[in-house]
């Protein structure tokens, strides 16, 4: 077991099975951010780590979270 | 997840321009969504490489909305209840003509409709041709995007 799981395991041990799984599979995530960061220093990571949460949802789920954010013209163009 | 994307009236002009064989593309905003970016718009823009107006009109009566092709400082446009984000666009900064772009594009289902979408890296392409403040703004979140769909493996 290395360090990672260690600190995994300290931090998840009073959650229930499903948060413990979502902790896990974010750590994941940001560990991937981190790497897609490290030979982009124009990049914020944590913009690399919502992408990557991002791709995860069906695509027209992505669209709708864009699009419910703000409120329709009152008039048309 | 229940909620749709797009409006009833949306989803019915999007079937009614592919049934009317007319190529459109979104773009801008709205595409980088799709590719994963984060972010928000209020448009919905439609690129097409020419409006045949008789089409397109047809396309807007079949959605219960309607298309003008503009007068007067109004561009053309397609209007109606639920169509209001809707945004008719004939040019595409930065971008190669229309043909090339729709032949890269990408085709996704959105709420069981299908539609034509600029690929990520082309709407970074567009928005850093714009050069508008708000464009300027979004470049980040959509280059992080674009590296996270890389590092994916999604993009080429």
């Not at chain 1, 750590?27 to 030979?39: F, N, P, V, Y």
């Not at chain 1, 419910?68 to 008039?75: E, I, N």
């Not at chain 2, 049934?19 to 459109?24: E, G, I, K, Q, T």
């Not at chain 2, 890269?104 to 567009?126: F, G, Q, T």
Request: charged letters at 25%.
């Amino acid at each position: 077991m290395n360090d990672a799981s260690n600190d995994i395991s300290d931090a998840t041990r009073d959650l229930t099975p499903e948060q413990r799984a979502w902790v896990v599979h974010s750590e994941a995530l940001w560990r991937k951010a981190h790497g897609i960061a490290s030979t982009r220093p124009d990049l914020d990571v944590g913009d690399v780590y919502h992408a990557l949460r991002s791709l995860e949802l069906p695509p027209a789920e992505r669209l709708r979270r864009g699009l419910t954010r703000v409120r329709v013209r009152a008039h048309p163009r | 997840m229940s909620e749709f994307a797009l409006t009833r009236a949306e989803r019915a002009l999007f079937e009614a321009l592919r049934a009317l064989d007319v190529p459109c593309l979104l773009v801008g905003m709205g595409a980088a969504l799709v590719e994963g970016a984060q972010g928000t718009t209020q448009d919905l823009d439609l690129w097409f490489g020419r409006i045949d107006s008789a089409k397109v009109g047809e396309a807007a009566r079949r959605a219960g909305g309607f298309y003008t092709s503009g007068v007067g400082l109004q561009p053309p446009a397609i209007g109606g209840d639920g169509l209001e984000r809707v945004g008719v666009v004939l040019t595409a900064s930065g971008l190669e003509p229309f043909e090339a772009e729709y032949a890269r594009s990408r085709e996704y289902v959105l709420d069981e409709v299908r539609v034509r979408v600029l690929p990520l890296e082309r709407v970074i392409v567009s928005k850093r041709a714009a050069n508008r403040p708000k464009d300027a703004a979004q470049i980040p979140l959509l280059e992080a995007a674009l590296a996270a769909r890389r590092g994916s493996g999604l993009t080429d």
